[in-house]
């Protein structure tokens, strides 16, 4: 009886055995199907994105460090451009102002020449004017310091002469 026993023990041992392997299949089958199917792509896809991400990253920074390298180029590029229209333009300037300085000092030199040439004219004039008169403020002068009445007559022209030959404007 213990072999029976054994033996329906065995059995029953090997259909609970087989109801649970079926059940495990089964249930292995449709996780399969409706969890680990669906987990594993969607791992598959988070991987590829985030690898995806990874390179566009390293292509994005590369791209980052061209455009960097490139602005820095033209930049400088730029500047010297800058530079270089600056020195042109100061010299444009300077050269300008020269040009203004000169004419203000032509122009200065020759309002000082014919001021000096209006001074002489009127200089030669009063002179003109006061030569007739020579004589007779001598004669008071010479009355004055003397303390007597002295005529100073004489030639006019000499006088002239003599007062023509000193300048009146030196420049």
Do not use: C
């Amino acid at each position: 009886m213990e072999l029976m026993e054994g033996l329906v023990l065995d059995k029953q041992f090997g259909i609970e055995f087989l109801i649970q392997l079926a059940l495990f299949l089964a249930s292995f089958s449709v996780m399969k199907l409706f969890v680990f199917k669906p987990m594993l792509e969607l791992i598959h896809i988070r991987e590829h994105k985030t690898h995806g991400l990874k390179e566009e990253a390293e292509t994005a920074k590369h791209k980052a460090a061209k455009l960097k390298t490139d602005y820095e180029s033209l930049l400088k590029s730029e500047h010297k451009k800058t530079t270089e229209w600056l020195e042109a333009e100061k010299k444009k300037v300077t050269a300008e102002e020269t040009k203004i300085i000169q004419a203000a000092h032509d122009e200065a030199s020759q309002k000082l020449e014919t001021i000096r040439k209006q001074i002489t004219g009127d200089t030669e004039k009063a002179r003109g004017e006061l030569a007739p008169l020579i004589s007779d403020f001598a004669s008071r002068i010479a009355t004055k310091l003397v303390g007597k009445p002295i005529k100073i007559s004489g030639d006019d022209q000499g006088l002239k002469k003599n007062l023509n030959n000193r300048p009146v404007v030196q420049g």
